[in-house]
């Protein structure tokens, strides 16, 4: 035991194990676990409304895990830890990093002002396998493709660490501390549209650890497949945990290996472990390139002619395009504050290439709307989707939603689930309904214009007109 008294700063970290700074802080006589709300330093990056729901009820099961000793600020940092050194004699302080450059830009001011004032500040890797700045290519310059960054950069290097079970919390001691209450930070949305969220959704270390099983002991196994079947149970849903920091990714990680006897499993966990590598990927994108989530990656596209339509960005939100596979990825992302990757990139592409829309419209919905929004993710997955991005989708690869449904929803058991005014419609006709005939669309009681909406675009003239637009993107001369 470490003389003198300790705070652990939670941030993207909401957990007791595997917890490499609340690990380092428990080794004091006593220690105080507090949490920031940062709204002044994030500006335009501060947590959308889905996300502060889900950061609610995450802070709300931490503190009973805590005991309930977890301090709640709400605040400037620099600000607040200058309060706190103030009322208690402070050795220590430690935290576990986040990669967003605003974070970055404030912590570092943080350390220095806690080192002038001979308290030890410390920084761990509590949310990545590897660390961005230990991954280059031999010149040592970042790579810009995912397969050569994870295969020959990550794979390549030192094994991700392995996880700690948990963090003693005998320490723990805030009773001369006061602070503000979870509720006075003031993260539930006044409008109640998200009361889909509760009966999907399970926040917290403990929701976590029950998905990761539960993914583990039925979803792993056809993962690679299955994963692009939406109304089916083949992916994780664990992006919103690994966001906040649940669970770790090494948690993750281990666990998943220790199936890798299992009969047939082979691809889909070397699938399932390089998807971990894309979130890898795209915090190691944000990192060297701090502009991801404004400036395109590939600047060839800064002429890339846009179209400015608010009619059609509102109806694309409200999963009102006429096109039922789009519709349903809307309507479920605005019912549960989530979508299946699949849906992710056909109503991305639907949004850049047949609306031709701006990406950064798209990311900013998304920012607001899921549980899950990462400013690594949200952006590097934006740009991939519009053609600009690193390792991105090439400019003529234009999802079709029709195909899409009828390869990836055969039974229409997703459609339907999100777009329920077409549960009766034949499946020949479910994806494309503008096509069935008259009577058809009666029987199914569906009167196109009035129950469902007519198509906003023509595919194959938005899909030509997607290509000219593309074509006259001048070659970037770094590429």
């Known amino acids: 035991m470490t003389e003198g008294t300790a705070?652990?700063?939670?941030?993207?970290?909401?957990?007791?194990?595997?917890?490499?700074?609340?690990?380092?802080?428990?080794?004091?006589?006593?220690?105080?676990?507090?949490?920031?709300?940062?709204?002044?330093?994030?500006?335009?990056?501060?947590?959308?409304?889905?996300?502060?729901?889900?950061?609610?009820?995450?802070?709300?099961?931490?503190?009973?895990?805590?005991?309930?000793?977890?301090?709640?600020?709400?605040?400037?940092?620099?600000?607040?830890?200058?309060?706190?050194?103030?009322?208690?004699?402070?050795?220590?302080?430690?935290?576990?990093?986040?990669?967003?450059?605003?974070?970055?830009?404030?912590?570092?001011?943080?350390?220095?002002?806690?080192?002038?004032?001979?308290?030890?500040?410390?920084?761990?890797?509590?949310?990545?396998?590897?660390?961005?700045?230990?991954?280059s290519k031999d010149d040592g310059t970042p790579y810009r493709v995912f397969t050569p960054f994870y295969k020959k950069g990550c794979l390549n290097s030192i094994e991700p660490r392995l996880p700690n079970d948990s963090s003693s919390l005998k320490n723990v001691n805030t009773h001369k501390l006061h602070s503000s209450s979870l509720d006075s930070l003031d993260l539930m949305p006044k409008i109640e549209w998200y009361k889909g969220f509760e009966s999907e959704w399970s926040p917290g270390e403990d929701g976590a650890d029950k998905s990761l099983d539960e993914f583990l002991d039925s979803g792993l196994i056809n993962y690679k497949e299955g994963r692009n079947f939406p109304s089916q149970k083949f992916v994780s849903r664990l992006s919103p945990h690994l966001h906040f920091g649940e669970i770790s990714p090494n948690e993750v990680w281990y666990r998943a290996k220790t199936k890798e006897t299992l009969n047939g499993i082979e691809k889909s966990l070397a699938h399932f472990h390089s998807e971990l590598g894309w979130r890898e990927f795209s915090y190691y994108l944000l990192y060297h390139f701090p502009d991801l989530p404004s400036v395109n990656f590939q600047r060839k596209f800064d002429t890339f002619p846009w179209q400015k339509n608010d009619e059609l960005l509102q109806l694309w939100k409200k999963g009102m395009t006429g096109y039922p596979i789009v519709d349903a990825g809307m309507r479920e992302l605005w019912k549960t504050g989530y979508m299946h990757n699949r849906l992710r990139m056909v109503v991305g592409s639907f949004l850049v290439k047949n609306l031709l829309i701006d990406w950064r419209e798209g990311e900013a919905w998304f920012w607001d709307c899921l549980i899950d929004a990462d400013l690594a993710s949200n952006s590097a997955s934006w740009q991939w989707v519009?053609?600009?991005?690193?390792?991105?989708?090439?400019?003529?690869?234009?999802?079709?939603?029709?195909?899409?449904?009828?390869?990836?929803?055969?039974?229409?058991?997703?459609?339907?689930?999100?777009?329920?005014?077409?549960?009766?419609?034949?499946?020949?006709?479910?994806?494309?309904?503008?096509?069935?005939?008259?009577?058809?669309?009666?029987?199914?009681?569906?009167?196109?214009?009035?129950?469902?909406?007519?198509?906003i675009v023509d595919l194959k003239i938005s899909r030509e007109l997607a290509l000219e637009a593309f074509a006259t993107t001048k070659k970037d001369s770094n590429e």
């Open 7 to 135: 705070i652990h700063w939670f941030r993207q970290d909401l957990r007791i194990k595997d917890n490499p700074s609340l690990e380092s802080a428990a080794k004091y006589k006593s220690f105080i676990p507090i949490y920031i709300l940062d709204d002044e330093n994030a500006k335009e990056f501060a947590m959308g409304s889905a996300s502060r729901w889900w950061l609610h009820h995450s802070l709300q099961t931490l503190n009973k895990s805590l005991g309930g000793n977890l301090l709640f600020f709400k605040g400037n940092p620099e600000e607040i830890f200058k309060q706190l050194l103030e009322d208690q004699d402070i050795s220590y302080v430690s935290w576990n990093r986040c990669y967003e450059p605003w974070r970055i830009d404030r912590d570092k001011k943080i350390k220095k002002n806690l080192e002038e004032k001979n308290i030890q500040a410390e920084s761990f890797c509590g949310s990545l396998l590897w660390e961005p700045w230990t991954i």
């Open 386 to 455: 519009a053609g600009s991005g690193a390792d991105a989708a090439p400019y003529f690869r234009i999802f079709n939603p029709i195909t899409q449904g009828l390869k990836f929803d055969p039974e229409g058991e997703y459609t339907k689930k999100y777009v329920p005014e077409l549960k009766d419609l034949p499946n020949k006709y479910l994806f494309n309904p503008w096509e069935a005939p008259k009577e058809v669309l009666e029987v199914a009681g569906v009167e196109l214009g009035k129950d469902y909406p007519e198509p």
